[in-house]
């Protein structure tokens, strides 16, 4: 291919019908090349805004700055794996499990985060504000374009199950979506119980056995162990604001 046709290509991939009506008069021009760039830079960052913007991760610290000494338990080199996204290629799941503030929220929107820079379609949500949504669709012809809606993206994450209890028909329809998603699309999970906990979550539900079974079937499962970095920060910033009114007491005597 020319350098010629390679820029005839470009301008088609941008559907720039009016250039390429009149291409063999304006294909030479020192002009055309620096159009298409310009043209291909901002599309790119449009897309990304409207992406970030629909996937919702919210506010983060960026995963350079998380402390890996913090936790009493972190695979580190798993995380970097799922952080490389090759899991998306197979439609494979990730959960991460632990408790109340080690980090799980944070790697799971670093992760997000990492997708939609790499062009992925993401979505991220809580699971109350997820099965919330569905639960209060009352037609049928709704609710089925709402599954559609959580179905589609290439990763969807679902953070924070197991901090309310749900009733069957959250667990029915948690079922319905991840059974939709299973094999098809990768589904990210952080939720503080264990599996054998989630009859808690999902009391009297029928479904939780293959609901967990499709979540886990190839999928890579985290444990992250150890006290609340929110508590450690908060503690920080107490100790820190203490020495302050110390010096500015001392200073004033």
Known sequence: MTPIEHLQQR???LHLYGLLAHWHELAENAWVEPLLTWEETERAR???ERRLGSAHIGRFKPVADFDWNW???CDRTAISELLTLEFLNTAA???LVGGSGPGKSTI???IAHQAVLHGHTVLFITAGQLLGDLAALDSDSALRRRLRYYAAPALLVIDEVGYLSYSNRHADLLFELINRRHEQKST?????KSFAE????FPNAACVVALIDRLVHNAEIIHIKGDSYRLKEARERAEQRA????ATGRSSI
């Open 11 to 13: 301008a088609k991939g």
């Open 93 to 95: 799941n990730a959960i």
């Open 108 to 110: 799971a929107q670093n």
């Open 71 to 73: 936790p009493a338990h």
């Open 188 to 192: 990210l999970v952080t939720t503080n």
């Open 46 to 48: 449009r897309s990304l």
């Open 243 to 246: 020495k302050k009114r110390k």
């Open 198 to 201: 989630w009859s808690e979550v």
